[in-house]
């Protein structure tokens, strides 16, 4: 049983791109948030997708979007990129949008000059 | 959301029992205490959940005391494997699954 799986795992971008990173959850799981954790910081929470829905956003600008499919998988979408968007991209997954038990996929590693 | 405060690092040795101690103070009625574990270069796991009194896992145990203004992760015998950051998560929003992670606890285990 794969867990959640993400790509790229790194990533080198100049100011002012995009980028796209994926993600999918783990086999049975409906739910995907996506977490942005800086170098020696606690993930902090950007936003959940449940039924391709947007469902939750934490204190991020309008320059992360997503976007959830309908087998589950998700992706997150940074525009213009600031040097201060470096940093681990995290992607959880769960069943239901209330789980306390999320599991977490590698991350994928954004580094912007 | 209550604000939980834990050391930022402890150091043990292996075969020692470790005791990660998280404080909520204005924990809510409803708030459940969390706690997730992250090693390097990987995302973070899930380790236990709890309300009050004891509970305990294959890995861990959590100790609340009566009045859940604190509480303690206890991690038997530990090995260098278990060398992570150690986080406490207390009110995760029902309704939401949004975690509020903190700094967490480096924990290091020496030979």
């Known amino acids: 049983d794969a867990g959640v799986t993400q790509s790229p795992t790194h990533l080198i971008k100049t100011r002012g791109q995009q980028v796209t990173l994926r993600c999918s959850p783990k086999?049975?799981?409906?739910?995907v948030s996506w977490y942005q954790q800086a170098l020696g910081q606690g993930p902090q929470f950007i936003f959940q997708?449940?039924?391709?829905?947007?469902?939750q956003r934490g204190n991020f600008p309008d320059r992360f979007s997503g976007h959830q499919f309908p087998n589950y998988s998700s992706e997150l979408n940074v525009n213009a990129l600031l040097l201060g968007d470096s940093a681990l991209y995290l992607c959880?997954?769960?069943?239901?949008?209330?789980?306390?038990?999320?599991?977490f996929g590698p991350g994928t590693r954004l580094t912007v000059t | 959301l209550a604000k939980t405060t834990q050391p930022i690092s402890m150091d043990s040795y292996e075969g020692q029992e470790v005791n990660i101690t998280c404080s909520h103070n204005?924990?809510?009625?409803?708030?459940?205490i969390t706690w997730y574990q992250q090693f390097p270069s990987q995302g973070p796991r899930f380790i236990i959940q709890?309300?009050?009194t004891k509970v305990t896992n294959e890995v861990a145990s959590l100790f609340i005391p009566a009045d859940r203004k604190s509480s303690t992760l206890s991690l038997p015998r530990v090995s260098l494997s278990d060398t992570a950051v150690y986080y406490c998560?207390?009110?995760?929003?029902?309704?939401?699954?949004?975690?509020?992670f903190g700094q967490g606890t480096t924990l290091q285990v020496k030979p």
């Open positions: 997708y449940y039924e391709e829905e947007e469902r």
């Open positions: 204005n924990i809510a009625t409803n708030d459940y």
């Open positions: 998560l207390v009110g995760v929003r029902r309704n939401t699954g949004k975690l509020i």
């Open positions: 959880a997954s769960s069943y239901g949008v209330a789980s306390y038990e999320q599991y």
């Open positions: 709890g309300y009050k």
């Open positions: 086999s049975g799981h409906d739910t």
